[in-house]
């Protein structure tokens, strides 16, 4: 130890220190004095630029200005990049959004959606009065600025100042047409931003004809119209080119708000719209008084479309159904304008309506109920008629899709289907007594028990508790684990939306979707094979090419269920029917079976039944969540629904429900004791339809042609083309689904 620290060690350790101390001083000490000699030169040279009096203000002016512009600049460059980046598509010009013309099951035109860009009409072929009307409104200085009307924004600010409220927009017509190709309509700082970067860049890549005439073309103008013609050909059943100053009037006035001044929603407000774009004319200088007295004493006359009830809940849940399935098209594929036949039935789609306004109308204030929708499928999933509420002009809505709502009871379905294919049996017997998860304890609706009953019983008289139990049997005595089974088993059957875990789950607390409600149910009358709920059959191209047919191309059914528990629920279901809540919904010899729904407090009522033809699913209820006046699934809903499938199942072979038994024909349609108020009005008689093999024979014919087409060699591009009311260009196919259009009724599936 000596050897490595020897005893003079200290002193040397003392002087390292004070050498490095000494080293770090005379470091610092020559820094600061090259600083400072630095310093005194630097000041030296800046001396010779040394300006006093006004030189001095304008130097300080300058030298801020720069600096403030390039902290601008940079800020513009970082706001500038999210702006940019919508326009990152090279092909922006051309891309169009998807076009699509719908057709029900018979191959009857019934719609359209999307946007198709009818480009074909070059702008000097505009009439002269609509370009004016055009300019006078939404930009009078559009052939001077460059994007931006600095001027006309002021003005519209200034305007809306005196007047309280927004009456003038202050965008000119580049910033619309930035918003209309890149952007959407919200009301943010950040989407004005990128508005005004986008119209600088768009006067940069085209001259002002073509950003006009591409807004123009563009634009929506109310009643699934986008572009002028378009716009004409829906409102005035004639070209662009053809329109009279009143019309072109009420045309331009659309621009500012084509829902508020749309001539087939409010006619009086669509002509006093135009009349202030007359005025506009004047006060721009483009016409006088004179020119337009004659479109003042004679304003235009648009169309009557009020009797035309589109279907338009079923078109948008198709429309959406249709993006989603281009997605999957290959991405070679450059085509957006498509013909689709979907498995629409326009006459059960009618009576559904009829049905669900007449409930509402006739029962609505004493159930104090406002709002119902309903779902009618098939057996193979193809949805046939869809109500997503009481008035699609009043709400968008659609209840059927997008409203999650309790379906009470009418789940219990999916936990006795579990139980079945667990072990139990119809007959199988279990205790309808309290139980208690924690702290909650379900109740029956009578508040009361009924000891030992069968599975039968407890779901014929709907037993709240006997689902809750099952639960904890199917798990082992773990209500979580049981519950998982139930969860997993609903989902397997087509039920889409999350279903979270609670004690109360098998009783119905978890909400559900009616279009997923009757999507799940196809699996008990398909014998326990799921198929999504659908619309679309086959998929066209603009020019007629089948390019997708869901019975080719689809989803198959696949085997959820064991095929004699879907039979036994089916027994059972139908016994719910006969014997139990749903007897409301009975229909004169013909199998049903169904499950009746009511939640707590009386907000949701439902009905979701099926024969061997048909499932549909009927709810009541309120946008609010208002309790209704003490409405059960037995009631309302299972009168709307029995109305619905009788007329459905008129002149149209009935077929068998595999599992329920075989009853007598009944000489009324409903238990004797519901009254001739709550029967209501019997529904008119379906038309004469085609018998099913005759349909499937004729359909078989169609593929047979679309398979020998497609083997073809490519037609010539000379493609005859129609126009559409919407602006689509399009040849109807000449099939023979097109052929059967005059037999409508129950006829073609294309699954």
Not at 38 to 44: A, H, I, P, T, V
Not at 455 to 467: G, V
Request: glycine share 8%; net charge positive.
């Amino acid at each position: 130890m000596r050897d490595l620290f020897p005893e003079d060690w200290k002193p040397d350790f003392k002087r390292f220190f004070l050498d490095f101390d000494a080293r770090v001083d005379s470091s610092l000490f020559r820094s600061g004095s090259w600083a400072r000699e630095l310093y005194e030169r630097f000041c030296s040279f800046m001396d010779r630029f040394h300006v006093a009096g006004w030189k001095r203000w304008l130097n300080e002016f300058v030298s801020e200005g720069a600096t403030l512009g390039t902290g601008g600049l940079l800020l513009m460059l970082a706001l500038a990049v999210p702006a940019f980046r919508e326009t990152s598509d090279e092909d922006w010009l051309k891309r169009s959004e998807l076009a699509v013309v719908f057709l029900d099951r018979f191959g009857n035109e019934v719609g359209a959606r999307g946007i198709k860009h009818n480009d074909w009409i070059p702008l000097v072929q505009f009439p002269d009065q609509l370009i004016k009307a055009t300019l006078a409104t939404e930009d009078r200085r559009f052939y001077e600025h460059f994007g931006i009307d600095p001027a006309g924004t002021l003005r519209a600010v200034l305007s809306n100042a005196r007047a309280g409220s927004v009456v003038q927009g202050g965008s000119s017509i580049t910033q619309q047409l930035a918003k209309n190709l890149f952007l959407s309509n919200e009301r943010t700082i950040e989407r004005k931003v990128k508005e005004a970067f986008l119209a600088f860049w768009l006067e940069v890549r085209l001259t002002k004809n073509e950003i006009l005439k591409l807004y123009l073309d563009r634009a929506y103008l109310g009643g699934g119209a986008f572009g002028v013609d378009a716009a004409a050909q829906y409102y005035f059943n004639k070209s662009a080119r053809d329109v009279t100053l009143a019309e072109a009037a009420m045309l331009a006035g659309l621009f500012k708000a084509p829902s508020r001044f749309a001539p087939h929603v409010n006619l009086p407000a669509a002509r006093a719209r135009a009349n202030v774009v007359l005025d506009n004319l004047i006060e721009a200088g483009f016409m006088t008084e004179g020119q337009v007295f004659g479109a003042r004493r004679n304003p235009a006359i648009a169309v009557d479309r009020r009797d035309e009830r589109a279907p338009n809940y079923y078109l948008d849940w198709a429309f959406d159904e249709m993006k989603k399935l281009v997605d999957t098209f290959p991405k070679s594929m450059s085509e957006r304008v498509f013909i689709v036949r979907t498995a629409l039935d326009t006459g059960l789609q009618k009576e559904a309506e009829s049905a669900i306004e007449n409930s509402l109308r006739q029962y609505g204030q004493d159930y104090k109920v406002r709002q119902g929708g309903t779902v009618v499928a098939d057996i193979d999933g193809a949805v046939r008629a869809m109500v997503g509420g009481r008035d699609y002009g009043a709400s968008q809505f659609n209840r059927a899709t997008d409203a999650l709502r309790q379906p009470g009871s009418s789940f219990k379905p999916y936990v006795y289907a579990v139980a079945l294919a667990n072990g139990f049996k119809p007959s199988s017997v279990v205790v309808d007594a309290p139980i208690c998860l924690g702290s909650w304890c379900p109740q029956n609706y009578g508040r009361s028990y009924s000891g030992s009953v069968t599975l039968l019983t407890a779901i014929t008289h709907s037993i709240n508790t006997i689902p809750v139990r099952l639960s904890v049997a199917l798990g082992d005595g773990n209500a979580k684990a049981g519950r998982a089974k139930i969860i997993q088993t609903a989902r397997n059957m087509g039920v889409r939306t999350p279903l979270p875990d609670s004690s109360s789950l098998p009783i119905g607390a978890a909400e559900v979707t009616i279009l997923d409600h009757v999507g799940a149910f196809v699996t008990f009358p398909k014998e326990g094979r799921a198929i999504p709920a659908h619309a679309i059959l086959e998929v066209r191209t603009g020019a007629g090419e089948t390019i997708w047919r869901f019975d080719r191309d689809g989803p198959k059914p696949k085997q959820v269920l064991p095929v004699q528990v879907a039979r036994d629920m089916n027994m059972m279901l139908s016994n719910a029917v006969e014997n139990g809540t749903g007897r409301r919904a009975r229909l004169d010899g013909i199998q049903v079976a169904g499950k009746t729904g009511t939640t707590n407090g009386y907000r949701d009522a439902w009905f979701v039944g099926y024969t061997g033809n048909y499932v549909a699913g009927v709810w009541f209820g309120n946008d609010d969540y208002a309790p209704m006046n003490r409405m059960t699934g037995g009631s309302l809903p299972a009168m709307t629904w029995h109305r619905i499938m009788t007329y459905a199942h008129q002149g149209i072979e009935i077929k068998p429900l595999a599992g329920a038994p075989q009853l007598p024909r009944r000489e009324r349609p409903v238990v004797a004791e519901v009254s001739k108020k709550q029967q209501g009005e019997a529904p008119p008689p379906r038309p004469a339809t085609l018998t099913q093999r005759g349909a499937d024979a004729l359909l078989s014919v169609e593929r047979l042609q679309d398979d020998a087409t497609r083997a073809l060699p490519a037609p010539s591009p000379s493609v005859s083309t129609g126009q559409t009311q919407r602006g689509v260009s399009l040849q109807r196919p000449e099939t023979v689904a097109s052929a059967v259009t005059k037999k409508p009724g129950e006829a073609i599936s294309g699954n």
